[in-house]
């Protein structure tokens, strides 16, 4: 997995534009590493009008970054990842802040990290807008 690098970083977009449920990327299995793309997909399916400004996935995918286009909107196990293995060793430039998931937590919620502390948590609604750092596989 690769983290986007900070100047492809997006410090103010909401997850999706309204509190519509996106059931496949909620659950256990939604939250796991590997699923970021699977869920990316799924919140692009629902949200079809949603632009790179209002829906964190959209601009994931939508992202074109050096040479790669192939990012997505990383899992909360993966936004986790990022937090343990880049920003506790200060690499990568993240900001203290919270980081939207791709992880569903409920119709009007999504999980998002905080940067600071490393908690998860889904207290915000989906129209609120957080921190975007897009991710790839390779």
């Known amino acids: 997995m690769e983290a ?3 100047s492809c970083e997006q410090a103010s977009t909401s997850w999706s534009s309204t509190n519509t449920a996106v059931t496949a ?5 939604a939250g796991a ?5 699977a869920n ?3 919140i692009l399916a629902v949200f079809t009008t949603d632009t790179t400004s209002n829906n964190a996935a959209k601009y994931a995918d939508s992202l ?8 997505f909107l990383g899992s909360i196990g993966e936004m ?3 937090y343990t293995n880049l920003r506790q060793a200060g690499v990568g430039g993240f900001s203290t802040d919270n980081y939207w998931s791709s992880s569903e937590g409920g119709a009007t919620s999504a999980w998002l990290l905080d940067f600071a502390f490393g908690d ?4 915000y609604t989906k129209p609120t807008t957080l921190y ?5 596989a390779f």
Do not use: E, F, Y
């Open 132 to 136: 975007v750092r897009p991710v790839r």
């Open 40 to 42: 990316t997909t799924a």
């Open 64 to 71: 074109s970054c050096g040479t790669k286009t192939d990012w």
């Open 4 to 6: 986007a690098p900070l």
């Open 80 to 82: 986790m990842l990022m």
């Open 25 to 29: 990327a909620r659950g256990w299995a």
């Open 120 to 123: 998860q948590a889904n207290p």
């Open 33 to 37: 590493v590997g699923q970021g793309q």
